[in-house]
């Protein structure tokens, strides 16, 4: 295990971006947080979640997936795709990390692999940082996950923790070993003694969060139809506007649409961020599948709390990141629907 005096971190961001782009939570002047990629003179933040999720990183809003260049009567197929130089990315939360192993089991864990999504995945190295002091949105907990980083079970290729006047960094894989091999002179040895007492502190404060003790064992067992015909449905789609921001937010949302833009020379195929909550979302030919926002705001809790446990070993596809508690802007969130649910059954 390395460490580094807080007030030099900036050498070790220095040091790692000799080679690769480095991006590390940066405030803005409204005081909210967001990666930016480290230059000399931006400051750290001490924030504890971004707006945005690290999901950008890997699963940018928009990006461009195949060129049509016009030539006479016929198209030549051009791939966009430049070389994705090497990056890391760091103070990623236990939950925003979390939601890489699920954005993994669809586009990377199962054929057809989506090789702009591994090329990412590929060329960037997540440095996972401790929750000093999770907030009242947070529910990480609740799904089992750890922000105090003391089990290996968490994801990330380093583990990092901001304790007694240094931050702590330990590799988890070849690629984080490869990291802290490269950057080593910045670093002194530590050991893993410093961080117990910091680890036990993140624990009992996670378990007095207001949602730590959220019961999903009622979702984890009621069976799909009944959950699908659920009176909650009601209240939940009431006051929702359809704006999509849940999703936006949310680190495991994945879906994309596909759309073309005619240049005049050039036909470019874009993907972008879709959102279940949208009443064009999946809009076919024939008709749409979802005609009222009852049925939108119900795919996307049945989504992360029984159709995509039912196909990935019972894991839910939330990790209690409480974004979407702080964004909606009429208060409807994930805690409220498990809650409602909880009530009717
Ligand atoms: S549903 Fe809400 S709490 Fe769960 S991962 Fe998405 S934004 Fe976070
Ligand atoms: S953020 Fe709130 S209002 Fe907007 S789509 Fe999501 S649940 Fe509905």
Redo the contacts with the bound molecule.
Sequence with gaps: MYSISEDKIDLFFEAAAKTQDVYIPVENSSGKSNFEKYEKGIKLSKCLKTVR?AKDFFFPKAENLVNYIKEGKSFKVEDPRKDVKDFVVFGVRA?DAA?FNIIDSVYLNQTPVDTYYKNRRDHGTVITLACNNPER?C?CSAYGLDPSLSSSENAGDVFAWNCDGKYFFDAKTEKGKKLLESVKDVFENSTEEKIKDLQKEITDKIAQVPFAALDLEKIKKLPMLDMFNAKAWDKVAEPCLGCGT?TY?????MCFDVRDFDSGKKIEQVRCYDSCMYSDFTQMAAENPRHTQKERSRQRFMH?LKYYPMAKENVF?????????ESCPVNM???KVIKMLNEEF
């Design positions: 999720s939950c939601s949105t529910f849940c937010v949310c680190p495991t949302c992360k596809a939330c990790v209690g990141c409480g974004r979407c508690l969130n994930i805690v």
